[in-house]
């Protein structure tokens, strides 16, 4: 299975500015997707990264809010713009990894917790 | 949007089987139902799939009906560390994942 690291593990910003989250994997991959998860809740899908095209944005989220890069087959960014205390949130990355058959499973990074003041 | 349901929480006795459900009564022909769970808001960790036959791994095994609307993860030997949010997901070959809100399992010494 893919293995996946993010930086920062975790931070702490002030409220309008701008943090990015570097999500690497260890083999190269077509998919990769964020997430958000608020505090309390469960895990909501922010877009979908595929190397070398636009990200593609779930609804509720866009691209000036949460700019994604997509520069090669092991990397992505997320960006977090113009931070308000509604983003503090843990992000996470994963990966569209072959499993048996005709059948793919994603595997997850540990997430960025990220706290605005 | 989530395409599944799951009871929010379940306790279970440490060393007893725990047996989780969740309905998909809207599966797709090419939708696969994946098992993930999450500890302490650590990355969700992947546990199981399938799309019609029932599976089993080293972690768990995964009982899927004939009409495919609905299934069961089950652990068979409950410990302590099981302690989690598990997550039923339907997507199409690993595609875009939907999570519901899960299951909070509780492992009881």
């Known amino acids: 299975s893919a293995v996946i690291s993010q930086k920062p593990s975790r931070d702490i910003c002030q409220r309008g500015t701008s943090l990015t989250i570097q999500c690497q994997v260890d083999?190269?991959?077509?998919?990769m997707f964020w997430y958000r998860q608020q505090p309390g809740q469960s895990l909501t899908l922010i877009a979908t990264a595929n190397q070398g095209s636009e990200a593609t944005y779930e609804s509720g989220f866009v691209i000036d809010k949460f700019p994604i890069s997509r520069p090669n087959l092991t990397f992505s960014t997320l960006t977090v713009s113009n931070m308000s205390p509604e983003d503090s949130s843990i992000y996470l990355c994963s990966v569209e990894d072959r499993g048996p058959g005709s059948s793919y499973e994603q595997y997850f990074g540990p997430g960025t917790r990220l706290t605005v003041t | 949007d989530a395409k599944t349901t799951q009871p929010p929480s379940m306790d279970c006795a440490e060393g007893r089987a725990a047996n989780l459900p969740c309905n998909h009564s809207?599966?797709?022909?090419?939708?696969?139902v994946y098992w993930y769970r999450q500890i302490h808001s650590q990355g969700p960790q992947y546990i199981i799939h399938?799309?019609?036959n029932n599976e089993t791994n080293e972690m768990a095994s995964l009982i899927i009906t004939e009409d495919r609307k609905s299934s069961t993860l089950i652990l068979p030997h409950a410990t302590l560390r099981d302690t989690a949010v598990y997550y039923c997901i339907v997507s199409p070959a690993g595609n875009q994942f939907y999570f519901g809100t899960g299951t909070s399992l509780t492992v009881i010494p």
């Open positions: 809207t599966i797709s022909g090419n939708e696969y």
């Open positions: 399938g799309l019609k």
């Open positions: 083999s190269q991959v077509t998919m």
